[in-house]
């Protein structure tokens, strides 16, 4: 691949006889075509792929909160890919084919802000309510950082999240979930993000709860 820059046909984009010319982040650039291959796929690129489809599919639906958990890492590629390489190397698990995400292992977010002390996570009422405690004074904390959370439902493979619930202060934040919730086994995350935007905290995964 080599990059390129604007000659007198001007930029161009898609494929142009045997080479594809695109751009990211302001930068031009050209490849040759892949030739096509009559070789079948190896066990270890099988295994990839799975995981690569495991990982997208579960975070593609989450991507506005994934862009803002991970946009501080986001340095020559984008939040969304920094989250899919975490989760790739630390979340999941099993032999190919049987591979399953490891939950408490999946990040959110990543980032310097001081992050949520002792969440807890219960339900009532369609509701997922969660608690911490009071560290607004700790590390990069303030109390006007705002909370985090998701939740995520494999049954039915539905998400419920927000990126700016209540004050660190308030010590409490809760999520309506659909109805048809009720009696399944969620698992809740949570993180801070500064009132500017500007700050994450690495998130925490808080525990299952099975919707009341």
């Excluded at 161009?12 to 009559?38: A, C, D, H, Q």
């Amino acid at each position: 691949m080599g990059t390129y820059k604007k000659g007198i046909l001007g930029s161009f984009s898609g494929k142009v006889g045997t080479v594809v010319g695109s751009s990211w982040n302001g930068i031009e650039y050209m490849r040759s075509l892949p030739k096509p291959s009559s070789k079948a796929p190896t066990d270890l690129q099988m295994l990839q792929r799975a995981k690569l489809g495991m990982a997208t599919g579960f975070l593609q639906p989450i991507s506005a909160l994934i862009n803002i958990g991970y946009k501080g890492l986001a340095v020559r590629q984008t939040a969304f890919n920094v989250a899919t390489s975490q989760l790739l190397a630390e979340a999941i698990t099993g032999v190919y084919p049987d591979l399953t995400i490891d939950y408490p292992k999946v990040l959110i977010s990543k980032g310097n802000l001081t992050g949520p002390w002792g969440p807890a996570a219960t339900s009532a009422s369609s509701k997922v309510n969660v608690t911490w405690q009071d560290n607004s004074v700790s590390g990069t904390a303030k109390a006007t950082d705002k909370a985090m959370l998701l939740v995520y439902n494999p049954d039915k493979s539905q998400y419920v999240f927000t990126t700016g619930g209540d004050d660190r202060s308030s010590l409490a934040d809760s999520l309506d979930v659909p109805a048809d919730f009720v009696g399944d086994t969620v698992h809740v995350w949570m993180a801070f993000i500064s009132a500017d935007k500007k700050a994450v905290s690495t998130s925490l995964y808080i525990s299952e709860v099975v919707i009341a």
